[in-house]
């Protein structure tokens, strides 16, 4: 099996997730972000993560992939419940937390920002979402007042001697949270609170996928 992917894409570090998880061989292959038609060959649009499953056939989002290698893999470990209030936090938090991520992301040595053409594709679609790249890294103090106090939410339901963000059962809810965390590990600046900051360093292990906290911008 291979999953495509971007290295900064949260729903992909979702997909990866199940793999780190389970202990499944999976063959990642990066592609650049301005390539167009691998994606659409494979799913008829240009979005990933996608799964090859068998050869030539493929498989689209994230949430999906979980549950099909979870089955495909017994025993069965994700719960399926979804915190409506961590989902709303997370919701809310994104235009700090895009503002952060994006223009961080393409200065940096990800694979999928290979090449020039590749970054710039990027920036002018993401610049359509959040503004000049160049604005939002003027503004990253603000930026991180404003993620601080999401984070500082989300910290307090996070308990101590908690394995997951539900105590000790992996649900949807660590992937959710978890593709959030890692995406900001590029901003190197950002204090994480203490309990949040073991949680990514715990799943990170569990999952298998390394943090961008070492990624040279
Ligand atoms: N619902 C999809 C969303 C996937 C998605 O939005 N992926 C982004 C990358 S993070 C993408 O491929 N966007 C197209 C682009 O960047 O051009 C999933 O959960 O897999």
Redesign the pocket.
């Known amino acids: 099996m291979r999953l495509f992917i971007?290295d900064?894409?949260?729903?992909?570090v979702?997909?990866r997730m199940i793999f780190g998880l389970k202990n499944i061989n999976i063959q990642l292959v990066t592609l650049l972000?301005d390539d167009e038609k691998t994606p659409i060959s494979m799913i008829g649009k240009?979005?990933?993560?996608i799964l090859e499953k068998a050869p030539g056939q493929f498989m689209?989002?994230?949430?999906d992939i979980i549950q099909f290698i979870d089955q495909q893999f017994p025993p069965t470990i994700i719960h399926k419940e979804e915190d409506p209030f961590l989902l709303e936090i997370l919701n809310q938090a994104r235009i700090p937390y895009y503002s952060l991520v994006m223009p961080r992301w393409v200065s940096s040595t990800m694979e999928e920002f290979n090449t020039a053409s590749a970054r710039k594709y990027?920036q002018n679609?993401k610049e359509q979402m959040i503004g000049p790249f160049s604005t939002a890294l003027t503004n990253t103090e603000t930026y991180i007042k404003e993620i601080t106090e999401t984070l500082l939410k989300i910290e307090k339901k996070i308990k101590n001697q908690n394995k997951w963000y539900m105590e000790n059962q992996v649900s949807f809810n660590d992937f959710h949270l978890f593709a959030f965390l890692r995406a900001l590990t590029i901003v190197k600046t950002l204090p994480f609170p203490p309990r949040l900051e073991d949680y990514i360093k715990q799943i990170a292990k569990k999952s298998q996928i390394p943090l961008s906290t070492n990624i040279a911008l």
């Not at 689209?60 to 949430?63: A, D, K, L, Q, Y």
């Open positions: 971007y900064h894409c949260p729903y992909c979702k997909a972000n240009k979005m990933v993560p689209p989002e994230s949430m990027f679609k």
